[in-house]
């Protein structure tokens, strides 16, 4: 599957580790952080609303107890940060690419995927509850005990990720092809409706009977 990458305009982006600038200047003129490449900033401490970020490249940066709400990002890539336990729900991610980031325990919650690729990247018990994927790709990521409860899947391309006691509560997997992934204890509703049409191995059909009650003998 082909998804739109970032679109960046290279010959104006500028490099600056002065997050925490930029963002209060941004808040203070009502406008968006754009072209700019943030290497190696530390964010801490922080509740930010409605901010806007376009063409913006975020390289080795923290971000510590921050929360991100109704924010907008627009052709962004996160490569190598660290967003662990942060809140960034109910945002808006298009043209985005998370990159051997760290995002242990953090809460997506009521967010938009629109043209995402995530990549190499550790999102155990992270929260995505009630989010919308639409032409995703998640490659060599680990979801064990990650949230999907509710969400809606349009599109969205599954490549060596591990989903262990990941939750898909009332999430339909219609034609969500899980074969090239480690699939275990998924947790769904008792009436496993959520499975219908899902595509899986032999192996993980194995797996997933044990859900349905089925015992199948060699």
């Not at 940066?61 to 729900?89: A, E, G, Y």
């Not at 591990?162 to 998924?186: H, M, N």
């Amino acid at each position: 599957m082909k998804i739109k990458g970032p679109n960046f305009d290279d010959n104006r982006m500028e490099e600056s580790d002065a997050l925490q600038e930029m963002i209060e200047e941004s808040l203070r003129d009502q406008e968006e952080v754009s072209l700019k490449h943030i290497k190696g900033a530390c964010l801490k401490e922080m509740v930010l609303e409605e901010v806007s970020f376009d063409q913006v490249i975020f390289e080795n940066c923290s971000f510590i107890n921050v929360s991100f709400k109704k924010t907008s990002f627009n052709d962004v890539v996160f490569q190598s940060c660290d967003l662990s336990n942060c809140k960034v729900s109910e945002n808006w991610f298009h043209r985005c690419v998370f990159q051997n980031v760290k995002g242990t325990g953090s809460d997506f919650g009521g967010s938009r995927f629109l043209h995402v690729k995530m990549e190499n990247a550790n999102f155990k018990y992270a929260n995505f509850t009630e989010s919308k994927f639409d032409t995703c790709i998640m490659e060599q990521c680990d979801l064990t005990d990650a949230f999907f409860s509710q969400c809606g899947f349009k599109q969205l391309e599954l490549n060596e990720s591990k989903f262990v006691q990941t939750e898909f509560f009332k999430t339909p997997l219609k034609k969500i092809d899980f074969t090239t992934c480690v699939l275990e204890g998924i947790r769904i509703s008792s009436e496993c409706r959520e499975l219908k049409g899902a595509v899986v191995n032999l192996f993980q059909a194995a797996e997933l009977a044990k859900i349905l009650g089925i015992t199948i003998k060699e």
